[in-house]
């Protein structure tokens, strides 16, 4: 919970979070250094000085370590894990979706913990879906279209086997298909600008949710177009809010242009944590005002009520949380006492 | 020295074409190697994964221009610290298209995306010409109205006005429509007319993507910077 100077609390719910393993001693190859190494560079390019952490504790850090920089030290009230296995580069996969689930029994009612597919798994993968919302209750689920596969170096949501597990996501109520748009998705040719996968995927399924991680950087412009077109797309922080910090112009840029195209009801926050910490990225982001002329130019507004929808009130609608219910539930757990 | 010199200017006529900066002042060229008529240029980008397409184009267009330099016999490229460096390096340097570097991975040739990033290139700087002459106090009407000739006349544009609109002149003419005195100045990227009533409507749609080139730069940008002025400069050995 945040609270403003004026005692008003904001109900915070982190969307997009990680308990991963990236360490040297699960690193299948090359590329899995590389990936925690770009993380890491990611990290340390856009976090203030005082928050930054040492390469070893960033690989690798325990669950402890989690509970703490979000509930406790970080006004986060709920989070939202958003695995990614990654097994072609790491032994034991880099994010696992059972030691989510053991935290999220041991502090009930402070998780949503997320399954992930890969189409590429075929029909072994369509059972494991099945499982996830049956031992898991699984809500939504985490793509990642840029994974390696063997010689295949990503997938699209319009291949036939993702609409089979998007039908099947669909019967199971999984309806919160957040979906990472990073680089590479083959054909490499056509990489880097098509998001119309995207955009395919949500006027095939309207009874599913598409929260584009990232808003689509390093595609925004064309993420922009497709959410403005559909209206069950989703703009996910992660990534994009860190630059509250570093470039704080153009942030108020990007936000000013997602409530222009995508509107104040369809944005989600998500540290990306452990690539940053709660903590500062809401102490700024409920800091933060929008320079005039940006204002002027593009008409959007960051008042306390569109801070309140990003925060907390989107997600809540998303995975059928009621606030008030959630808040007397967590008010008195073991962790709000710690804080 | 003269050689370094005019492959250097080579070099700074190639574009990342993603975020419409060159080369040499994004500061990816890591290293130039000439050994007689042979030069070898070592580069290399913000993260490990940047899009390989992209990567490929860079590594093309350093070779092809530098390859106009009359004294250049052979040029070898050497993309450093990337996913696919192994591919773009034997295919760039052997001549080889992208097809033929990525046969499973491709559908097609490059030229389509290169279009793609120019009109974006075209679409961003005037956007940026055009908030500049709002902000200095033109009216939509007389913007349309101007002519080249007028562009290029108008007192008082700033040094940032004329650097901008050189900018806008030189991509407008890589699109292919000539910069003829008499010409009007601001047109779409297809060539078609802009018009009053929908200006402020086609305004919001470039901003986007100005936008989203230029937040694409600072990301890039300070993740190069991150990802390197920590460690030492790799030797030339390293792609060897």
């Known amino acids: ?339 | 020295m003269q050689q370094r010199e005019e492959v250097f200017a080579k070099l700074a006529e190639v574009y990342d074409p993603e975020l419409d900066q060159s080369l040499t002042e994004l500061g990816f060229i890591n290293q130039v190697a000439i050994n007689g008529s042979d030069v070898t240029v070592s580069f290399r980008l913000p993260t490990y994964w940047c899009s390989p397409n992209f990567a490929f184009i860079m590594a093309e267009d350093i070779r092809d221009r530098i390859s106009e330099l009359p004294w250049v016999k052979k040029v070898a490229v050497c993309l450093e610290d990337h996913c696919a460096s192994a591919e773009i390096n034997e295919g760039v340097s052997n001549g080889k298209t992208f097809v033929e570097t990525f046969p499973d991975m491709s559908s097609g040739q490059l030229d389509e995306l290169r279009k793609t990033f120019r009109v974006k290139a075209f679409v961003s700087r005037q956007e940026r010409l055009l908030r500049h002459l709002i902000r200095l106090g033109f009216t939509h009407s007389s913007i349309l109205d101007l002519t080249i000739r007028d562009l290029l006349e108008l007192p008082n544009l700033e040094s940032e006005g004329i650097m901008l609109t050189k900018q806008y002149l030189s991509i407008r003419q890589a699109l292919g429509y000539d910069n003829e005195p008499k010409k009007i100045a601001f047109i779409q990227s297809d060539g078609k007319k802009l018009d009053l009533e929908s200006f402020p409507g086609y305004l919001a749609n470039i901003r986007r993507t100005r936008l989203s080139m230029e937040f694409n730069g600072h990301y890039c940008r300070g993740l190069f910077e991150t990802r390197y002025s920590m460690e030492p400069l790799s030797e030339l050995e390293v792609c060897k």
């Open chain 1, 1 to 339: 919970m945040f609270k403003t100077a004026d005692g008003e609390e904001i109900f915070v719910i982190d969307g997009h979070i990680a308990l991963w393993d990236g360490s040297p001693e699960n690193q299948l190859n090359i590329h899995g250094a590389q990936f925690i190494n770009c993380f890491y560079d990611y990290h340390k390019n856009l976090s203030p000085a005082e928050n930054l952490w040492p390469k070893d504790k960033f690989e690798k850090y325990d669950a402890d370590t989690l509970v703490n920089d979000l509930f406790v030290k970080g006004y986060v009230d709920m989070a939202i894990f958003q695995p990614v296995f990654l097994t072609d580069f790491y032994k034991n996969g880099f994010g696992d979706i059972e030691k989510n689930a053991e935290l999220a029994k041991k502090y009930p009612g402070r998780f949503i913990g997320n399954g992930t597919f890969d189409p590429r798994d075929g029909e072994r993968g369509l059972e494991y879906l099945e499982y996830l919302a049956v031992n898991h209750g699984v809500k939504g689920v985490k793509l990642y279209t840029a994974e390696w596969r063997g010689s295949s170096k990503g997938y699209k949501l319009t291949d036939p086997w993702a609409q089979r597990y998007l039908e099947k996501c669909e019967q199971l109520g999984i309806v919160n298909i957040h979906v990472h748009k990073g680089p590479t998705i083959t054909p490499l040719n056509r990489d880097a600008f098509d998001v119309a996968d995207i955009d395919d995927a949500a006027s095939s399924f309207p009874g599913l949710n598409f929260i584009v991680e990232h808003c689509g950087l390093p595609r925004l412009e064309d993420f922009c177009w497709i959410a403005t077109q559909e209206s069950n797309v989703y703009a996910g922080l992660a990534v994009a809010i860190p630059f509250i910090h570093t470039r704080p112009r153009y942030f108020a840029e990007i936000i000013s242009e997602l409530l222009y195209w995508v509107g104040e009801d369809r944005i989600l926050f998500g540290s990306d944590y452990a690539l940053w910490e709660p903590k500062w990225l809401i102490e700024k982001f409920m800091a933060f005002e929008l320079p005039e002329d940006i204002q002027q130019e593009t008409g959007a507004n960051l008042t306390l009520s569109v801070k309140r929808k990003i925060l907390g009130e989107n997600a809540a609608r998303l995975y059928g949380i009621d606030i008030e219910a959630q808040k007397a539930k967590i008010r008195s757990d073991k962790v709000a006492i710690r804080g």
